[in-house]
């Protein structure tokens, strides 16, 4: 339900931007340049996060114990087929 209401309120405002825009008048005092910085600085952003957060396994024990993560898993739901 949450996701819903968000993309029904990213569309109402793009839609009001675009009635704005269509009559002349620019709501966003912004430049293209200014407005492709703020998007690529805060999509770097939720990358480093994103990769910060997500479970790396470099080393050797850790790939190992991945595995047999993985296959205690795998076991786990055909037992209960």
């Known amino acids: 339900m949450q996701q ?3 993309r029904l309120a ?3 405002v793009l839609l ?3 009635v704005l825009v269509t009559f002349g008048w620019n ?3 912004f430049s293209e340049e200014e407005i ?3 998007v690529s600085a805060v999509v770097l952003a939720v990358v480093a996060i994103w990769t910060w957060w997500k479970n790396n396994s470099v080393s050797q024990e850790a790939q ?3 595995r047999i ?3 205690a898993k795998q076991n786990k739901k055909t037992k209960l087929k």
């Open 27 to 29: 709501p966003l005092p």
């Open 16 to 18: 009001f931007n675009q």
């Open 4 to 6: 819903a209401i968000t």
């Open 10 to 12: 990213v569309l109402a």
């Open 36 to 38: 492709y910085e703020g």
């Open 64 to 66: 190992e114990a991945d």
């Open 69 to 71: 993560l993985k296959d």
